[in-house]
């Protein structure tokens, strides 16, 4: 675990921050959440302070060109995790809400990575909501539909609702497991009866 730390810290090369953030990235992820695992990612050596700095949320006036983007993805996870301060802790709060307003979300990868993180903020808590719902631009970001495609409409109604209800997110995703596991099993089943 200090390993990846070290790796997040070796500014000289940045793919292998990228690899120390996928790191992290399974480890925020990853079920079962036990309270110890998270409580560990929130607090131990500034990891949340450095994601912050990377994504444009910190004293730089800038994201990293590199690291903007999966900082900030990970950043969203961690709103995610049990007994995560970001919607309590205003220094947190303001860094994240710097972010979003510096993130380039122009491109369709951009905006959903945009939408999915501008709504795991909200559902952090009431303040953090508050802070989106009242900033014009993060709002027209998130929710905006004119130049959207489906897909990107079917994920900002999908954000509002885990916004609105935040469990639904883990719902949807076994849901979507086990109806991937049953189609695989039924098209293994017609394989099976079609051969002569």
């Not at 700095?53 to 049990?82: K, M, Q, V």
């Not at 309590?88 to 999915?116: C, M, N, P, V, W």
């Not at 014009?136 to 916004?163: D, F, H, T």
Request: hydrophobic fraction near 40%; include cysteine.
């Amino acid at each position: 675990a200090e390993l990846w730390i070290q790796m997040m810290n070796y500014d000289r090369d940045p793919l292998l921050q990228i690899t120390a953030m996928d790191l992290f990235e399974t480890l925020a992820s990853r079920a079962p959440m036990h309270t110890s695992r998270a409580d560990w990612l929130l607090t131990s050596s500034n990891i949340v302070n450095q994601l912050l700095e990377a994504a444009g949320g910190g004293s730089n006036n800038d994201p990293d060109p590199f690291l903007g983007g999966p900082a900030l993805r990970l950043l969203s996870l961690f709103c995610r995790l049990p007994r995560s301060s970001f919607g309590s802790d205003q220094k947190l709060l303001q860094g994240f809400h710097k972010a979003l307003q510096l993130f380039d979300y122009r491109g369709e990868t951009e905006r959903l990575a945009y939408i999915d993180s501008v709504s795991a903020f909200g559902a952090a808590s009431l303040e953090a909501l508050q802070t989106i719902l009242s900033d014009e631009l993060i709002r027209e970001g998130w929710l905006s539909l004119s130049v959207s495609n489906p897909k990107l409409k079917a994920a900002i109604m999908q954000s509002i609702a885990n916004v609105i209800d935040p469990t639904q997110t883990e719902t949807t995703t076994t849901t979507n497991t086990t109806a991937r596991t049953a189609t695989t099993t039924t098209t293994r089943r017609r394989r099976r009866t079609c051969r002569f």
